[in-house]
């Protein structure tokens, strides 16, 4: 192995630097994007036998949502997943200052996500919809856990925005792991939507 080819893994996380193909981000990330989904997954799983022992219910309940806050929720998601990749493509090519301006704009996505779902919990609630009836209790579980991992992603975006403020290296690395965190919330939520507003 030559000199130039034991430098490559370090010259790989420089923006602008071409590297062979890859799996983004680190394994430590991709154990917790997996573990989530597996969580998840079992919860969607227990949501639809539960569904199954009781259609009539839960149908009554989905008709208590806002379709209009669901739609809109799921294009703000869709469009921020669409920026964060768009600023690891700026990264990549050293661009720090466009990648900043499209994090900045994933991060004002996710808190108008944060703000839309919480003025849908308030007016559910305000109509006497609680986790007393079973659909809601569904309901409130997946979205509720749902918006928590978004904050954390909130707070990882915070991150990559430090670094890329402040050229630290790892820069590229760390706003790939903030995108594969970013697009398993954007993931999770096309599925909640799916089976809590859609499925009839």
């Known amino acids: 192995m030559t000199v130039s080819e034991r430098e490559q893994p370090a010259a790989a996380d420089s923006p602008g630097t071409a590297t062979a193909p890859r799996l983004p981000g680190d394994i430590h ?11 998840f997954g079992c919860y969607f799983v227990t949501y639809m036998v539960f569904r199954a022992r009781s259609a009539e219910e839960f149908a009554a309940g989905q008709q208590h949502l806002s379709m209009g806050i669901g739609v809109t929720n799921t294009v703000v998601l869709l469009t921020s997943s669409m920026f964060i990749a768009l600023a690891v493509n700026e990264v990549r090519h050293g661009s720090a200052a466009g990648a900043l301006r499209l994090v900045s704009s994933t991060g004002v996505c996710g808190v108008l996500f944060i703000a839309l779902k919480a003025y849908e919990w308030h ?3 305000d109509n006497g919809h609680t986790v007393a009836e079973e659909f809601f209790s569904f309901y409130y ?45 954007d993931l999770l939520w096309i599925v909640i939507f799916a089976i809590l507003y859609l499925m009839r």
């Open 29 to 39: 990330m991709w154990v917790m994007v997996l573990g989530d989904l597996f969580f």
């Open 123 to 125: 007016h559910l609630l």
């Open 141 to 185: 579980v997946l979205t509720g856990v749902h918006a928590a991992h978004l904050a954390l992603g909130l707070l990882i975006l915070g991150i990559v925005v430090g670094h890329l403020r402040r050229g630290r290296a790892g820069a590229v690395s760390l706003s790939e792991q903030g995108a594969l965190y970013w697009h398993m919330i």
